[in-house]
Antibody
Framework: EVQLVESGGGLVQPGGSLRLSCAAS????????MTWVRQAPGKGLEWVAN????????YYVDSVKGRFTISRDNAKASMYLQMTSLRVDDTAVYYC?????????????WGQGTLVTVSS | QSALTQPASVSGSPGQSITIFCTGT?????????VSWYQQHPGKAPKLIIY???KRPSGVSDHFSGSKSGNTASLTISGLQPEDEADYYC??????????FGTGAKVTVL
């Protein structure tokens, strides 16, 4: 069974940093694109970033470029999101997601999410 | 990277069919057959119900179907059931190897 478990969320002040983790199990982690999607309270889904199977390519939504960095450790079956210069509008539940198949086409499996609150 | 446009709300009676439209541009929906749809119940993670425009993952009811024409994708729910009441989001692969979600549509079963 595919399992994705996020951790690392919490309360941080504007301008601060936080590192999210996503622990994967139940599948061959190095074979799949991995993605972060966020959802602000009461709002819709927003794609944040994704990373290729071997970590050789990563893509970001414009609003986080230069502030967030996605990475993965295939040996540990884990993905990360390093967030810096956090802003109030980064407040959201952050979901880890995996593509349904090995291509970069959709988000077939999701974690339960971890809440990041940016507030003074 | 503007969000795809969906109606804020769609409603129907049990047994009826409803269609949710998702309008993008030639940089996303119109250029790639990589449109997916997600169902989200309150407090839960989203669930993939349609991928690659019109394919259903195993275990997803066949009363969900998807299609696309030009820059607009659509999700049809046939034979609306009470458990279909949820938020629905479209998503498309886009230029520069990014993804963009729709604004979301709340489906209400009357």
């Amino acid at each position: 069974e595919v399992q994705l478990v996020e951790s690392g969320g919490g309360l941080v002040q504007p301008g601060g940093s936080l590192r999210l983790s996503c622990a994967a199990s139940g599948f061959t982690f190095p074979r799949f694109w991995m993605t972060w999607v966020r959802q602000a309270p009461g709002k819709g889904l927003e794609w944040v970033a994704n990373i290729k199977q071997d970590g050789s390519a990563e893509y970001y939504v414009d609003s986080v470029k230069g502030r967030f960095t996605i990475s993965r450790d295939n040996a540990k079956a884990s993905m990360y999101l390093q967030m810096t210069s956090l802003r109030v509008d980064d407040t959201a539940v952050y979901y880890c997601a995996r593509s349904k198949v090995t291509g970069n086409s959709d988000f077939g499996y999701w974690g339960q999410g971890t809440l990041v609150t940016v507030s003074s | 990277q503007s969000a795809l446009t969906q109606p804020a709300s769609v409603s129907g009676s049990p047994g009826q069919s409803i269609t949710i439209f998702c309008t993008g541009t030639s940089s996303d929906v119109g250029n790639y057959d990589l449109v997916s749809w997600y169902q989200q119940h309150p407090g839960k993670a989203p669930k993939l119900i349609i991928y690659e425009v019109n394919k259903r993952p195993s275990g997803v009811s066949d009363h969900f179907s998807g299609s696309k024409s030009g820059n607009t994708a659509s999700l049809t729910i046939s034979g609306l059931q009470p458990e279909d009441e949820a938020d629905y989001y479209c998503c498309s692969f886009a230029d520069s190897d990014t993804f963009v979600f729709g604004t979301g549509a709340k489906v209400t079963v009357l």
